[in-house]
Each structure stands twice: as structure tokens, then as C-alpha cells.
């Protein structure tokens, strides 16, 4: 009985865990299932040009994941400031973002334009089993100088979006992305395929109805923040002077510059391992992008949950309530890693028949097929890593999260796959599987600090 209470709430509880959730994995559902289809158009056109795309879309997530990591420092605040009313402090940390935000976009944007083509051509190897390698880099240059275009919005749309989160507002941000989406998903038709008198552009059309689709989400979200000031009563006068008081920068950063060099490291990890990978041919970096497409899509599950965690934890703990804290995120957790293994199953039975929708070679549907099926094996160990980073993440403890995320992939993760990849005959599978039994002890860890309750403190009390 007393694991019951522990592990499993009451009707309110989950009540008020999926009022924050669901808005968020519909968003996060849908824009990954067009991403999905986006996927399987290009997909269509080509192994090179899917492959070209795909490689651009991991070094961009570099990007992405730093203005996660550089707005969520401030974001720890927000949650806390909205606990206490606080609409001024609400508007410091919105400022803070600003200049973050502009200040990675427009390096990322220098080092993109100047080294572009070398990044990509890190991820073409082993020959030309599985396509031209020529070609690939081609189209994936191409598409990354378009996408650049989309930076912009997406930074605004991520310092709009995520003080709205956290100030518990995660409809509207929903109901953009359905539209940017809708967007996306017909003018990749009409353009990757020149459909309704539009020109056949292929991956420059796929890049283009991406950038298009992000300043409609940018702009929906800005207004309807500013449209409703009753609502978000800390938008009044929030651009009526961007300095922020130095004390709280210092603050901000103190707390922000560890969540800024975790995701920039974990994201740049990521694409390590695919590089990694990717010495063992064209195929290999096809197949992982088939199933890391559907792998997106089946993870807004998890990943909506760690919002959960980081919004309502984050204004509990900013409330002075421990306690409470405490057992909701237990909970929250169970109910995460029992999600995330229904969607496992799901994910593992559409492993054999979801490459057949791309024209690759059957090579790449078969590593394809293989990949999907041990992702889908390792999601519940994934859900609860996802939900104990939130955790710790929320008592504002950035440089435990450091340590836990970031150099961990690079101390582990990234060195098992390095020696594997070069130095052993290992079929590359087998290589995915190891690195994964690696975060056994990354969980360990987690579930150890989670219970020792060292995420548990206020910190805008003062």
C-alpha cells in the first residue's frame, strides 16, 4: 500500500501533471510528426539527399540545444518568480534571455557561414556504399545557408515560449506550433515537389517552407503575449529599457552557464556519436536517421514529462513547499518511465514496417528497422534519466546537471563509441546497444541524488 502512495497519485494529481503536459506533447507530437513526414518526403527524392539533410539537422541541434541551455539558467528564476508573484523579476530574467539568445545566434551564425562545409563533410565516410558523398555534402550545404534563415524566430520564439511555460501558460505555444506545422507540412509539398504551379526546389523547398513555418509560429506566439497583458501582466513594459541589474546577471549566469556548456556539450556529444558512426558508411547515417525520426516522435511522451517536472517543481519549490515538492516528483517520475514503456511497445512493433516509406537501400531500411527496435528497448531507461535532470535541474543544482549530462556523454558515452567504432570489427548495432547499457550507471546516479533530496531549495527567497 505505502508503494502505491509513494509511486501512484490520485486523480488530482494527475489532473494537474497532464494540464501542463499534454499541451506540450501535442505541440511536440506534431511538430515531430511533420518532421517525420518532412523526413519521408525527402527521404523520397533520395539516400543523399536525406542524408545530406539529416547531417545539417544534428549539427543545428547543437544550436537549438544551446538556447535551451543558455534561456533555461534564467528560466530556473522564472518558474520561482511566477511561484511568488514576482512580474519584475519575471521581466528581468526575460531580458537576460534576450541578450543571451542574440549573443549565441549571431556566433552560431558566423561559425556556420565560415566552417559550414567542414562540419559536414566530419559525417561522410566509408566510401560510397550507401550514396555519393559529393552529392550529400552538395545538398546539405545548400540546406544549411537557408536554414540559417530561421534562426532569428526560432530565438524569439524560445524566449516568448518558454516564459510562458514556465509561468504556467503551455496552451498558446501548443496552438502556434499546430499552426507552424500545418505550414510546414503543405509547403513542403507544394515546394519540395513543385506542386500547384510552385517551382520543384527538393531540399531547398523542405528548407524553405521550415524557415517560413517558423516565423508563423514566432509571430503568433509574440502577439497573443502581447495582446493579453491581463494575462501576462510582467509583458507590461518589458522592452521599455533591456538592461538587466548586474547582480542578477551575475546571478543568472551563475546558475545559466552550467545548463549553457551541458546542452552545448550534450548536443555536440550527440553529433560526436554520429560521427562516430558514421565511419562505417552512408548507410549507417540513413538508418539512424530513419529511426531517430520516429524515435522523436514516440519521445514526446518523456520529454514532455521533464517540462512537467521542471514547471511544477520549479514553482513548488519556489512556494517554499518542500514536501510536497518532493512527493509530486516522485510520482511524476513513475508516471513517465509506466508511459514510456506503452510507448516502447508501440515503437518497437512499427520497427519493421516504417523504413520501407523511404527510397533507400534496403541496407539502410534494414539498420533502419534495427536501430528503432533497440531505441524503443532503452526508452523507459531514457524517460527516467530525462526526468531526474529536470529534477535537479529545478532546485536551480546547474552544476550537478553538468556533471550528470554533459560529462557523462564525453567521459563515457563518446569514448566507448570512439574505440568501438575504430579499433573493433563490432557490427554497429552492437556498438548503439553497449553505449546505451553505459548509461546503466548514469541512472544509478540519478536515482541516487534524487532521493537524497540535494535538488530541494528555494532559490529566489531573498
Known amino acids: 500500500m505505502r508503494l502505491r502512495e509513494k509511486y501512484i497519485g490520485d486523480g488530482a494529481f494527475y489532473k494537474k501533471v497532464l494540464l501542463v503536459a499534454v499541451p506540450i506533447m501535442i505541440q511536440n507530437g506534431i511538430t515531430n510528426f511533420v518532421s517525420l513526414l518532412d523526413n519521408i518526403m525527402v527521404g523520397h527524392i533520395g539516400t543523399e539527399q536525406m542524408s545530406g539533410v539529416a547531417i545539417v539537422n544534428q549539427l543545428l541541434m547543437v544550436y537549438y540545444l544551446c538556447i535551451f ?9 522564472t518558474a520561482q518568480y511566477y511561484g511568488q508573484g514576482d512580474d519584475e523579476g519575471i521581466r528581468h530574467t526575460f531580458r537576460y534571455k534576450f541578450w543571451m539568445g542574440v549573443i549565441l545566434t549571431v556566433g552560431v551564425v558566423v561559425l556556420f557561414l565560415g566552417w559550414g ?95 517560413l513555418s517558423r516565423y508563423v509560429e514566432a509571430a503568433i506566439v509574440v502577439w497573443w503575449t502581447h495582446s493579453h497583458k491581463s494575462r501576462n501582466t510582467y509583458i507590461e513594459g518589458i522592452y521599455r529599457t533591456l538592461k538587466v541589474p548586474l547582480k542578477l546577471v551575475k546571478n543568472y549566469f551563475i546558475k545559466g552557464a552550467p545548463l549553457l556548456v551541458n546542452e552545448t556539450l550534450w548536443s555536440a556529444g ?150 568501438l567504432s575504430r579499433y573493433t570489427q563490432l557490427y554497429v548495432l552492437v556498438i548503439f546497444c553497449l553505449g546505451q547499457m553505459a548509461d546503466w550507471i548514469k541512472c544509478a546516479i540519478g536515482y541516487i541524488l534524487v532521493k537524497k533530496g540535494v535538488w530541494m531549495q528555494n532559490i529566489v527567497k531573498d
Open 69 to 77: 541551455g543558455g534561456l533555461s539558467g534564467a528560466g530556473i528564476f
Open 117 to 211: 562545409n567542414d562540419f559536414i563533410q566530419l559525417f561522410l565516410n566509408g566510401g560510397n556504399d550507401g550514396g555519393d558523398l559529393q552529392a550529400t555534402l552538395g545538398y546539405g550545404n545548400g540546406y544549411l545557408r537557408i536554414m540559417l534563415l530561421g534562426l532569428p524566430p526560432f530565438l524569439f520564439l524560445q524566449i516568448y515560449a518558454s516564459t510562458l511555460r514556465e509561468c504556467g501558460e503551455t496552451v498558446v505555444p501548443m496552438k502556434a506550433g499546430i499552426c507552424a506545422v500545418f505550414v510546414n507540412l503543405v509547403f513542403n509539398y507544394f515546394l519540395i515537389y513543385g506542386k500547384f504551379g510552385f517551382p520543384q526546389l527538393g531540399v531547398t523547398g523542405a528548407a524553405i517552407a521550415t524557415v
Open 270 to 419: 550527440m553529433a560526436f556519436l554520429l560521427q562516430c558512426y558514421s565511419v562505417r558508411g552512408l548507410n549507417v547515417v540513413a538508418g539512424i536517421n530513419i529511426a531517430n525520426t520516429i524515435n522523436n516522435v514516440f519521445n514526446v511522451v518523456f520529454i514532455a514529462m521533464g517540462d512537467a517536472v521542471a514547471i511544477i517543481i520549479g514553482q513548488l519549490l519556489g512556494a517554499g513547499r518542500m514536501k510536497e515538492a518532493k512527493d509530486t516528483d516522485t510520482k511524476i517520475i513513475a508516471f513517465s518511465v509506466f508511459s514510456s514503456a506503452v510507448m516502447a511497445v508501440l515503437m518497437f512493433a512499427a520497427a519493421s514496417m516504417f523504413p520501407n516509406l523511404y527510397n533507400t537501400t534496403p541496407e539502410a531500411k534494414l539498420l533502419a528497422a534495427q536501430f528503432i527496435m533497440a531505441q524503443a528497448v532503452f526508452m523507459p531507461q531514457n524517460a527516467f534519466m530525462h526526468a531526474t535532470y529536470f529534477t535537479i535541474r529545478s532546485g536551480g543544482k546547474t552544476l550537478v546537471t553538468f556533471f550528470f549530462d554533459s560529462v557523462f556523454v564525453w567521459c563515457v558515452s563518446v569514448p566507448v563509441a570512439y574505440f
